[in-house]
């Protein structure tokens, strides 16, 4: 029997050492493109924001699919949805190195959005069937700090590989490209749904009896929720915007190289690793959530200020700054614990599908609209198409202190304090208490 756990135990580790390998691999490919923005829109002849509407097809189609992907991963099983994703999201960065505009370069970010989709999802329902439920919190945060790794080779590492391949960024992209479909060979023939001849004890998502549309109609008649998920759109969307557009790009034209550059920029996926769940940690020990939804807002004001218009020269202090705006943009994570307390039971699914959703859909649009402001400021001096001044970005990034001011005028003036309970709790009533009623 012991043997028997021990086997259990090693295989569950493998299938979910697996599935973890795809959250980091499409954590990179989310925000890859930051670290040669330069190169990708001087070869491709893209204006600042085709650069950024091209790589929102990734958002897009992520945040679309974040509602749906629960029910088919129930469905239909983790193993054949995760092995189809990581070739459908290698294959977008496998034909990435292939492009030659604006079309073919959105359709292949657009593959890579949906196939990462699933990998999130698929990974913590792996975790719940195959280990103890006592240890998926551990196994949640191990996912969360593996998802900042992704975005950090994407930075340093990364310019480090393309001066190595002297800038042929097709070549290396090409290459990592593959890398998913070794991936998806090896969680096609690894990975199991659940552990072998255990019967009715797994831990799965419920589909539910009513339709995805009904729970959605019931979800958006509640003020609460509206006010929530536009707050963790605002709190978040300075992150990919700098993580995954601009922010290599905005500090080459500060003066830092592009492998300190991509370096610093990565410090703000470690700000969010480890914002997550210390602000997660202190909203319950203080058993209030508006103080870490609009204290984490306000200093996200203060931080990108001094991010945008104060010339600093040292690297040290940008990655400080960087990793707080990272650290102030985890708030993200806790206006998911106060969404689920604002909604029925039945709802909070859903409810947290729709919130990420709203994130991935805020990471889509607005980053496009900021980017045009940037590309107008460098057509006016006539700038080489991947060349942009610290004017032109500040031209831009004028937005991200009003992204941040309008995610503390929702958490101060929208968003109701739960004290950390559900707000849709049965209060039960006795006969005695009906008594005193006047």
């Known amino acids: 029997m012991e043997k028997d756990s021990r086997s259990h135990l090693f295989l569950g580790t493998v299938i979910w050492s697996l599935a973890a390998l795809f959250y980091l691999y499409e954590f990179f490919l989310r925000v890859f493109v930051s670290t040669i923005s330069d190169q990708v829109i001087a070869d491709l002849s893209l204006t600042a924001q085709q650069f950024a509407t091209m790589g929102a097809g990734y958002y897009l189609i992520y945040s679309f699919m974040q509602l749906p992907v629960g029910i088919l991963v129930d469905r239909l099983g983790a193993r054949l949805l995760l092995t189809i994703a990581v070739f459908l999201a290698g294959l977008g960065g496998f034909s990435f190195a292939f492009v030659h505009g604006f079309s073919s370069g959105f359709l292949s970010r657009c593959f890579m959005g949906f196939g ?3 990998a999130y999802v698929c990974l913590l329902v792996l975790a719940l069937n195959w280990f103890p439920r006592k240890h998926f919190g551990l196994m949640a945060g191990i996912a969360n700090f593996l998802g900042a790794a992704g975005p950090m080779l994407a930075g340093g590492p ?17 290459g990592i490209g593959a890398l998913g479909f070794v991936l998806a060979v090896f969680i096609g023939v690894f990975v199991r749904n659940t552990p072998p001849r255990q019967k009715g004890e797994i831990i799965h998502l419920e589909p539910g009896k009513e339709s995805l549309l009904r729970r959605l109609g019931e ?24 993580g995954a557009y601009w922010g290599t ?8 190289s592009r492998t300190v550059a991509a370096s610093i920029a990565s410090m703000m996926w470690v700000g969010l690793g480890v914002g997550s769940p210390v602000l997660g940690k202190i909203s319950d020990s203080i058993k209030r959530r508006k103080p870490i939804l609009y204290g984490s807002a306000f200093f996200g004001i203060v931080v990108t200020i001094l991010v945008v218009y104060f010339h600093l020269e040292n690297k040290l202090i940008y990655m400080a700054l960087f990793f707080l705006i990272g650290f102030v943009s985890a708030a993200q994570s806790v206006s998911f614990a106060t969404i689920t307390e ?4 039945k709802l909070q699914a859903t409810a947290i599908g729709l919130n990420n959703s709203m994130i991935m859909f805020f990471a889509a649009v607005l980053p496009p609209i900021v980017s045009s402001f940037i590309g107008r ?3 006016m001096h006539h700038e080489k198409a991947g060349h942009f001044t610290d004017a032109d970005f500040q031209a831009g990034f004028f937005f991200m202190p009003i992204f941040y001011l309008c995610a503390y005028l929702l958490a101060l003036f929208f968003i109701r304090e739960t004290y950390c309970r559900q707000q849709f709790e049965v209060v039960k009533i006795s006969k005695s208490d009906l008594s005193n009623i006047p």
Do not use: E, K, M
Not at 219 to 242: D, E, H, K, S, T
Not at 249 to 256: I, P, T
Not at 342 to 345: D, I, R, S, Y
């Open 116 to 118: 990462s989709s699933f």
């Open 158 to 174: 990364l310019a480090l590989l393309l001066t190595l391949f002297h800038d042929n960024w097709r070549l290396v992209i090409g």
């Open 219 to 242: 979800l958006i008649r509640i003020p609460q929720v509206w006010a929530i998920v536009l707050y963790a759109g605002f709190v978040y969307v300075c992150l990919p915007l700098l």
């Open 249 to 256: 790009s905005f500090l080459q034209a500060r003066g830092f």
């Open 342 to 345: 604002h909604v029925p039971t």
């Open 377 to 379: 400021s460098a057509a």
